[in-house]
């Protein structure tokens, strides 16, 4: 059936963007995902949209608003910027980092890493 298909293609996709974390690599495409785990573009999108409840660009941006979260815990010592840990997360440009932290966690970057220091 379409929806066992759906959830089997989502699943390699959720396995390779784990696994591979392309994410960090700011414009990987759906094309690229879809071609690394054996699938076509419309498929690959579907299957996200349906299974996982997402657009392939929020899917992204979450696995990138994790990392960005795990890098600035460990750089808490250090000097680097929110902006600058973002760009090792993988985000391109400023407005669609602030705005993907803020879809994802509900607030800024500084609110939330002062409000939540140690998780």
Known sequence: SEAYVLRQIADKAVAFIEEDQPYLQGSFTLAQLSEAIQSNPVLTSKA????????????????????????AREEKKGNLTHWAIAQEAG????????????????????LYLSQHPGE
């Open 48 to 71: 996200i949209n349906r299974v996982l409840g997402e657009t392939y660009t929020d899917l992204m941006n979450g696995y990138r608003v994790k990392h960005f979260l795990k890098l």
């Open 91 to 110: 985000f391109g440009n400023k407005v669609s980092f602030y705005k993907a932290f803020r879809k994802v966690m509900g607030t800024t970057p500084k």
